[in-house]
């Protein structure tokens, strides 16, 4: 029986990275998805893939900013599938890193709003259909906030912020058979490797984009290395792990 067989999972920036390529694990995982982002053309691209790995899937065009567009995606999910069992809060929008004092008010609102909000008022759309089915939500943390990386005040603050409210989740809600948990990693997806690939030929590295290279001596991929550990906690191999971050960095926040 495959490791999802039967659930759905609710999953939040889809069109590409890290999104994209946790869809099509969870369809090849069994199960049925409601996956959302902005971008039209490339959210179908990602339903198509994951409808060939036999998955039934809705496909909702959403700006998680909007609380009107979430209580939207939430309702068609529950009103095509009858529930929901997972839900990863992966979208995020924010500007490449620069100084703190270059950053704007309106570049912190940009991530609090997309990243933390955003988290915020799914966890809670979603609570009544996760108590039912004794559910999953999968968070994203950051190294950036692990290890307070230079540039990325912003950001890094906002992981924080939402790994602090998925421990806060996860004792209050732990009485409801909801298990709450974090992810924290360093991966390259298909769309930054095409950004890696533009520079010259002898700049063609992780570190051209600012990667730690981590103990393991290279850096992730998102579908081999990352969205395995994603199904993990998505799982019922998890059932006894809850309001933990799980550093899936290749060791490159070892402390």
Not at 91 to 110: I, R
Not at 129 to 141: C, M, Q, V
Not at 171 to 194: F, H, L, Y
């Amino acid at each position: 029986m495959k490791a999802l067989e039967g659930k759905v999972a609710l999953i939040t920036g889809c069109s590409g990275g890290i999104g994209r390529e946790t869809a099509i694990r969870f369809a090849e995982e069994g199960a049925s998805l409601a996956i959302c982002a902005r971008t039209a053309s490339k959210l179908e691209e990602t339903a198509e893939i994951c409808r060939q790995r036999g998955a039934q899937v809705i496909a909702v065009i959403c700006d998680i900013t909007d609380k009107a567009q979430l209580e939207n995606l939430v309702y068609q999910t529950t009103d095509r599938f009858g529930r929901i069992d997972i839900l990863i809060n992966n979208a995020v929008n924010a500007k490449p890193g620069s100084p703190f004092l270059e950053q704007t008010e309106a570049d912190l609102m940009t991530v609090f709003e997309s990243g933390y909000l955003a988290t915020w008022r799914l966890m809670r759309l979603c609570y009544p259909y996760l108590k039912e089915s004794k559910g999953k939500i999968i968070n994203f943390a950051s190294p950036a906030g692990l290890t307070g990386a230079e540039g990325y005040a912003a950001y890094a603050s906002i992981k924080e912020a939402i790994r602090g409210l998925t421990m806060i989740a996860a004792r209050e809600w732990g009485k409801d058979g909801i298990n709450v948990n974090c992810i924290s990693p360093t991966a390259i997806t298909p769309k930054m490797q095409t950004i890696i690939d533009s520079f010259p030929e002898g700049q063609r590295k992780p570190e051209t984009l600012g990667f730690k290279v981590p103990a393991l001596g290279r850096i992730g991929t998102a579908y081999e290395d990352l969205t395995p550990i994603l199904v993990f906690l998505a799982s019922e191999a998890s059932n006894y792990i809850t309001g933990q971050t799980l550093r899936a960095d290749g060791g490159g926040t070892i402390f």
